[in-house]
Every structure is written in structure tokens, then in C-alpha cells.
């Protein structure tokens, strides 16, 4: 885990200056002083993140030699942007007013509104974090529009983009519609919302966009994706967990977000179906609770674990990892990145935060 | 105009078929009942407006002889599906709840939320119409990536798609701020903002698009996209009108509903210029005021015509549309063409809705 954490910070310097670049460029060509105000705390926001999107593809460029390392860097950071546009949009839809340790773009326009004396200031908050996000998106879109590469690897990277962009947006219907509906889909659609909410963008996309940018083989453009899939379902699963378990202070989120928002995760279609008795009397009026309190998580957590649904969920990480494992190990790089990526398996499957 | 409304007319099912066709496609690999719905609703949206920026590009593509016309329809579908993404966005912000004579989209969903039980149904309309206009977006991008040209044309196209984007985004901004915000921008201001968020997107990029599809001459491209930047703030200037003065019948949006909204247009900027004494107290008060009446939209119509905003309004409108006809009028184009962009220029300046 050290060794990727240390790749973590190789590129580290060179995303967020590039990012902060980016913004810096648009800002100087712009007089209104609102809109200056914005690209500041855009670059801000964006420049806050963990880059692990972002270092996934300039590490994938370097596993196969690729020859183009400024573009790599160049489209990390459009990655990283898209990211923040995608986590802004997520935080309006979800009420998230904390984002990354500090407040979510959308919160700090309420405050931001409300100093500037505007009358319906969460309103404004929201809005202008929409248009916000909207921009984050068409600037990635510059960036990979502006990319020098061979006629061919423009043109997928092109699609790749548009195709994988489409499957965010289904999967972030999806898990938003489940939340709000009563009733529980099935654990086929839970895991289906997460291949196209979490798995396309944040594993499969920087590694099939590396893979491109240094011109790998089909075979193992497809074992990348694949790679990504399952490991990207993994991460998400793990996301799960740690929203459940983890506390603010690791995550930079309020503590029980995913039962305070309903959201119907692969636990929470467990503990449904696994708890029983009394258990499943408590566990049902708390969902149905307006309110959700520090001790009505504790119940959670002590419920998942009582009945066994953290082993549960260890085990489909397990088995996700192993498959990522088994599609890695066919990949024609050298053992060096092999150990790479085995090592960002086990971070993830270790990660609390 | 007739011969400009029948234009638009010529193409008009091509579009609407292909725009059907590309949420057919989509819904087709879809299992989930609510997202398949949702396909249909962007599908009814999207067909529902005048497509004038489809045609547009199309005309375009058609003027300089253009021998793709399959691309320029895929294209024109694109920009129609980008309008309706940008106008599902701006409705959210707007709390718009009508828009081409229906409710809008984030409307729809209210409804829909409220009939399937959802506490929060307004929250709920909301958000989906925010992913809904992100997923339009999307799609356009893929149609855009798909589009088959050769390789410089293809970069062109993608660049200014990114670039034309990230305008109407600030324009929109803009426009935004300058409402929620106590002052009036500078006549200057409106004037750029204005240029970014309506003229950038609604006919310089078409026109552009259009003239690279048919490889027209650099010097016809920026001929094109100053006329377009002309045209396009002439076609701002009386949207306001429209909106100030047209009836729901026409337009399909509220009388008055940038009154109400506080829009910051030319027409306020010169009222707040203009009118004194007496009439200065009313206006003032009026846009205080909460809740504004019909009543209050006559006055300030009354006011419009007393202090000859109107004539002023309509020199500027026919000030830009000269400058426009000018540059068109250098494009190495036949007569039978110049002929139909001196009727949009003409239809612009008579329109209704």
C-alpha cells in the first residue's frame, strides 16, 4: 500500500498545477468579478481531491512506455475536473453540504449568496453550482478536445469520453431514483447502478484512456476495461463501507450520509433481507425516521456486523478483487506495474477514507 | 419570411426523426421502467422546439455546396439536444415552470414525483431534470465523436463544440448573477453577456459548424461567425421583446416573466435610464415588489412605449441586423442564398415567439 501511495504522489505536482493552471488561463481573460470569484473557487474545489483518477491514467500511459506523458498529465487533470463537476452535481441532487472536509461547492454558494444579501440564497447556492458544474464539464471537454495525438487514439478518446460520460449520468439516476422510492431493487440492479455510476468513470476510464494514449494492444485495452469493472465495483462496495463505518475526521463526510439519504446500497439490501425478529422491527422504523441520529447508525453498524453482512460484504470485495487480480495478471507489462496495481487492489480493499 | 419558414420546414422531420431515433436507440438497451420513461420524456422535449438551430446548420452546410448531408443532419440533432440540455438547466434556475407551451422538464418530474409518492417532489423534480439536462449534454458529445469527416474538420468540430460551450455557460452565469443581484450592469455588460450565452451558441455556432462540414473558406467561416454574433445579440434583443410584450398564446412562457424574474435586460437597463419623476417611483417599487401582476407588466409596457425604449430597441435590433446583413453579404455564396439569410435576418426582426 505504501508503494501506491507513493505513485499517488509522483504526479501528484503536476495535476494540481495543471488544473489550477486551467482555471487561471479563463480567469485572466474575464473582467466580472463574480465570474473571476468562481473560477478561484472552482480551481479550489477541483485541486482538493484524493487524484487517484487522475495518477490511475498517467500510471497506465507509463505501464506501456507510452511516449506521451504531457497528455497524460493534460487529461489526468481533465479527469480529475470532470470528477468535481459530476461530485458538484451529486452534492445539489443529494443536499451534501459537506464535500471533501469542507463545505460542498453548492453550500458555499448559500453562504457566499446570503453575505451578498441575495433573498433566496439557497436557491442561488444551488443554482450557480449547477452552471458551475455544467462548466467543469465543457472545460474537461477543451482538454480532451485539445489533445495532440495520432488521428485514431483522438477519435476513441473522443467516444470513450462521450460513451463513458452517458453511463455516469444513467448510473447517478439510478442510485438518486432508488433513494427516493419505497422498496428495495435487487441486488442485480444495485450492482448494475454501481458498474455505471462508479466502475465506467473512476477505474475503467483512466485506464482504457492511458492504455490509448501509449498505444496498447486491444487484448489488453479490453483487460483494462475489464480490470476496471471489477475493481470499480469494488471501490464503490468500499465506499459503502467506509460511509457507514468511517468517521468524519477520515472521510471528510458526516458519518450514516447513505442511511440519511435512503440510499439503497448492496448493505442495505442485505441487512433487508438478513434481519430478522424484533431487529427487523427497529430497522424498519428507523428508515422511515425524518430524522436519523448518531445512536440510530450505531444500531446499523451493530446490525451488520451481528448478522454477519460485513463478512458479506468482505467477500464480494474478495472476490471483485480477484477477478481485477486475474485480468491484471494477463496484461503484457512487467512486473514492476504488475505489483503497481496489486498494490492499488489492496489499497482499496484497505482504504478508510 | 415565408420563404425562411418554409426552409425551416425542409428539414424539420429529418431532424425530429433523428433526434426520436437517438433516445430510441438509448431506450432500447434500458430495463429499468423509470429511466426508459425518461428517455421518452428528453425525447418528447427535445422535438419540441423550432429547430432553428438544426436548420441553421444545415442551411449552412447546404450553401457552400456541402457534400455531407447526413453529417450536417446528425449535427443539427446534436445542437437541438444541447439547446434542450442548456434550456432543462436554465428552467431549474429559473424556476421556470412553462417552456414551449408545456411545463417544463423539471415540472414534469415535480408532477411525477408527486404521483409516485415522493415526499420531497419538488427537490425530486429538480434533480432529475439536473441529471436529465447533464445526460443530454452527453449524448450530443457522442454524436458529435461519431461524426464522420476527415481529420482536421473533425478537430475543428470538437474544439469549437468544448469552446462554444464553456461561453454560453458564463453567459448564462452572467445572466443569472445580474438578476439576483441589486444594480444594474453596465449596458456593455449585457451586451457580452448576451454575445456568450445566446449568440455564441444559437447561430455563430451552427453557421460555423454548417461552413466546416462544407469546407468553406477561412475567410467565410469568420465572415459567418460575425454575422452570427450580430444576428445572435439582434436575436437576444427580441427574445426580450417577445417576452415583454408577446402573450403566453405566441410563446408558450408567461407574460412578463423576466420582470419577474429581475432580468437584467437592455430593455431594463434603459427603463432604469430613462423614465423619471413620478413613473421613476413606480418602476422602483414595482420590481421590489414580491409577487408582480399583470397589471404591472401593462405599466411597464406603458412606460416602454412613453419613453421611447421601444424605438431605441428596435435601432439597436436594426443596427445589428445591417452589421450582420454586411458580412453576409461578403460570404462567397449564390444569390439564392444570400437571399435566404437576409430572410432570417428579416424573420428575427418580426417574430412572435
Known amino acids: 500500500v505504501t508503494i501506491f501511495n507513493s505513485f499517488l504522489a509522483q504526479y501528484w505536482d503536476s495535476l494540481i498545477s495543471t488544473i489550477n493552471q486551467v482555471f487561471l488561463e479563463r480567469k485572466t481573460r474575464i473582467e466580472n468579478s463574480e465570474l473571476s470569484h468562481a473560477h478561484d473557487m472552482l480551481s479550489e474545489f477541483c ?4 487524484m487517484i483518477r487522475g495518477n490511475l ?10 511516449k506521451n506523458l504531457q497528455s497524460a498529465i493534460q487529461l489526468g487533470a481533465a479527469i480529475e475536473i470532470i470528477h468535481s463537476g459530476a461530485l458538484i452535481h451529486d ?3 443529494d443536499n451534501d453540504e459537506i464535500r471533501r472536509g ?5 453550500a458555499s454558494y448559500v453562504s457566499h449568496g446570503k453575505q451578498s444579501g441575495i ?3 439557497n436557491e442561488y447556492g444551488r443554482s450557480i453550482a449547477l452552471v458551475l458544474g455544467d462548466y467543469a ?3 474537461a471537454k477543451e482538454i480532451f478536445a485539445r489533445i495532440e495525438v495520432d488521428e485514431e487514439t483522438y477519435r476513441r478518446i473522443q467516444l470513450k469520453f462521450a460513451e463513458t460520460l452517458q453511463k455516469v449520468i444513467l448510473g447517478q439516476f439510478l442510485d438518486y431514483d432508488f433513494g427516493k422510492k419505497a422498496g428495495m431493487p435487487t441486488d442485480e440492479d444495485i450492482l448494475e447502478m454501481y458498474a455505471l455510476k462508479t ?3 473512476s477505474i475503467s476510464l483512466p485506464l482504457v484512456l492511458g492504455g490509448y494514449l501509449a498505444h496498447a494492444s486491444e487484448k489488453d485495452i479490453n483487460l483494462l476495461d475489464e480490470f476496471g469493472k471489477n475493481l470499480g465495483i469494488a471501490f464503490q462496495i468500499q465506499d459503502d463501507v467506509i460511509g457507514l463505518l468511517s468517521t468524519e475526521k477520515d472521510t471528510g463526510k458526516p458519518i450514516g450520509s447513505d442511511i440519511r439519504e435512503n440510499k439503497k446500497t448492496l448493505i442495505r439490501a442485505f441487512l433487508e433481507k438478513e434481519v430478522k425478529g424484533d431487529d427487523k422491527k427497529i430497522l424498519d422504523a428507523l428508515f422511515k425516521k425524518s430524522i ?3 445512536e440510530d447508525i450505531k444500531k446499523v453498524i451493530d446490525m451488520v456486523s451481528k448478522y454477519h453482512i460485513d463478512k458479506k460484504i468482505a467477500d464480494i470485495i474478495e472476490s471483485l478483487s480477484k477477478k481485477a487480480h486475474e485480468r491484471m495478471s494477463q496484461l503484457s507489462i512487467n512486473s514492476e506495474y504488475k505489483t503497481l496495481f496489486s498494490k492499488f487492489i489492496e489499497y482499496n480493499q484497505h482504504r478508510r477514507s
Open 292 to 294: 436519523i441520529r448518531e
Open 102 to 106: 469542507k463545505p460542498s461547492l453548492y
Open 47 to 50: 485541486t482538493r481531491g484524493k
Open 119 to 121: 433573498r433566496d440564497f
Open 91 to 93: 452534492d445539489i441532487m
Open 57 to 66: 491514467l498517467i500510471l497506465t500511459h507509463n505501464t506501456y512506455n507510452g
Open 137 to 139: 464539464f465543457f472545460i
Open 199 to 201: 466502475a465506467s468513470y
